[in-house]
């Protein structure tokens, strides 16, 4: 029996839904099982359905896509999903708001098939995407928007390894980038990604960019 990776689809433009689920169908390990035209339909959709990803427009009528990932991969959430947010705008005022309750990550509309394929991909692997052509500008923009106060500090100090990788996941590399650029194994990248998650409490790597941005600690 083939395996795919489900998909929920939220947009509230028609057009747009039918490109995304026409892009992502014609991956051969992707298959999209719901559409909704707005957020409330989407957790509702999702709630049901369980996809291995969520894909959602930030902009939608009712509930928007910012509530709509707070409720399905927010931090009380017991059983989380993978959502990925796109927008239109590269500087979205609701991006950070998005990463912050709990999107995996961030794609442009305009990003292309071979990005949104990697990124949910990516999703689906517990692993995150960020375009990375608005990585930078977009988390200085939106570092300072997050809650007032100081940024926690890590559980335990990092090691000089490990502020190598938090910088470059910082810049939006995949594992396979971090790798190359280190010249490290790919399984030791996954590990220290896993260390740095544990020591900021952080849940993935999108919350470690941010964490990155707010301390400073960006490459």
């Excluded at 009712?62 to 927008?87: H, K, W």
């Excluded at 098939?113 to 692993?127: E, K, T, Y």
């Excluded at 939106?142 to 990788?165: K, N, Y």
């Amino acid at each position: 029996m083939e395996s795919y990776i489900r998909v929920v689809v939220a947009d509230d433009q028609e057009i747009v839904r039918t490109g995304l689920t026409m892009i992502l169908n014609a991956e051969p390990d992707i298959r999209v099982v719901g559409e909704a035209a707005d957020g409330r339909r989407a957790v509702e959709l999702a709630q049901r359905l369980r996809p291995d990803v969520c894909l959602f427009d930030i902009r939608m009528p009712g509930m928007d896509g910012i509530e709509a990932t707070r409720r399905l991969a927010g931090p009380t959430v017991a059983s989380p999903l993978a959502v990925v947010v796109i927008t239109t705008f590269d500087l979205d005022e609701y991006v950070y708001a998005a990463l912050r309750a709990g999107a995996r990550g961030f794609l442009l509309k305009d990003a292309g098939s071979a990005l949104l394929s990697q990124a949910v991909h990516a999703a689906a692997g517990g692993d995150a995407l960020i375009a990375p052509s608005i990585t930078t500008r977009l988390l200085k923009a939106f570092a300072g928007a997050g809650p007032a106060g100081p940024p926690s500090q890590p559980i335990d100090p990092l090691t000089d390894r490990e502020e190598e990788v938090l910088g470059t996941v910082a810049r939006g590399l995949t594992n396979a980038e971090i790798a190359r650029e280190l010249h490290i194994g790919l399984s030791t990248v996954k590990t220290h990604v896993t260390n740095l998650m544990t020591k900021l409490g952080a849940r993935n790597r999108v919350e470690i960019a941010i964490w990155a941005y707010e301390t400073g600690r960006r490459s």
